[in-house]
T-cell receptor, first 114, second 115 residues
Framework: DQQVKQNSPSLSVQEGRISILNCDYT??????FLWYKKYPAEGPTFLIS?????DKNEDGRFTVFLNKSAKHLSLHIVPSQPGDSAVYFC?????????????FGKGTTLSVSS | NAGVMQNPRHLVRRRGQEARLRCSPM?????VYWYRQLPEEGLKFMVY????????ESGMPKERFSAEFPKEGPSILRIQQVVRGDSAAYFC?????????????FGNGTRLTVT
């Protein structure tokens, strides 16, 4: 039973345009959300996070929006660059979980063409 | 400043053999996490360890899998009597604290293939 869902397996965007990656969750005990980026044959690298007490967090070209009532978050990348082509994982933390044991979605593969 | 080091990068085992996966966390990090990624899936939490202690093993299969993080040396994920379904990428991550907003730093993984 997937608690974190990324329903779009892939997304193609032109360089310079906006990329919007979506993530839905089912567990109302999730209170912290993160996005990780993964290149082939490498481990995931942390991108940006948001606490459930906020609805937006911005870091350079990356912005994460959280809609708690809809149990939905999205990652916006603008402008998109070819180097952004990677798999993007949405992850969540359960309020009751020890430490930082993340629950991941299946990922969305972003392809940015020049 | 070395990141999280995992070895081997690739491991091939026949059914029934044992697999040992090693993880050296980032310098100064005492919290280690193991995740498994099956084909076409996201990463699934397996176990969370601090030095010499297992804090949360709720994601570990009940049989054949064990993990340790000794006082000296790397963390080890051990899989006994491997089966084809164990074929996956195993990622280790570390953090400096158990603070919930402390991002995890991942290694590049060990790809286990069971033939």
């Amino acid at each position: 039973d997937q608690q974190v869902k990324q329903n779009s397996p892939s997304l193609s965007v032109q360089e310079g345009r906006i990329s919007i990656l979506n993530c839905d969750y089912t567990n109302s005990m999730f209170d912290y959300f993160l996005w990780y980026k993964k290149y082939p044959a490498e481990g995931p690298t942390f991108l940006i996070s948001i606490s459930s007490i906020k609805d937006k967090n911005e870091d350079g070209r990356f912005t994460v929006f959280l809609n708690k009532s809809a149990k939905h978050l999205s990652l916006h990348i603008v402008p998109s660059q070819p180097g952004d082509s990677a798999v993007y994982f949405c992850a969540a933390l359960d309020h009751n979980q020890a430490g930082t044991a993340l629950i991941f979605g299946k990922g969305t593969t972003l392809s940015v063409s020049s | 400043n070395a990141g999280v080091m995992q070895n081997p990068r690739h491991l091939v085992r026949r059914r029934g053999q044992e697999a040992r996966l090693r993880c050296s966390p980032m310098k100064g990090h005492s919290h280690v996490y193991w995740y498994r990624q099956l084909p076409e899936e996201g990463l699934k939490f397996m176990v969370y360890l601090q030095k010499e202690n297992i804090i949360d093993e709720s994601g570990m299969p009940k049989e054949r899998f064990s993990a340790e993080f000794p006082k000296e040396g790397p963390s080890i994920l051990r899989i006994q009597q491997v089966v084809r379904g164990d074929s996956a990428a195993y990622f280790c991550a570390s953090s400096s604290t158990a603070r919930r907003n402390s991002p995890l730093h991942f290694g590049n993984g060990t790809r286990l293939t069971v033939t």
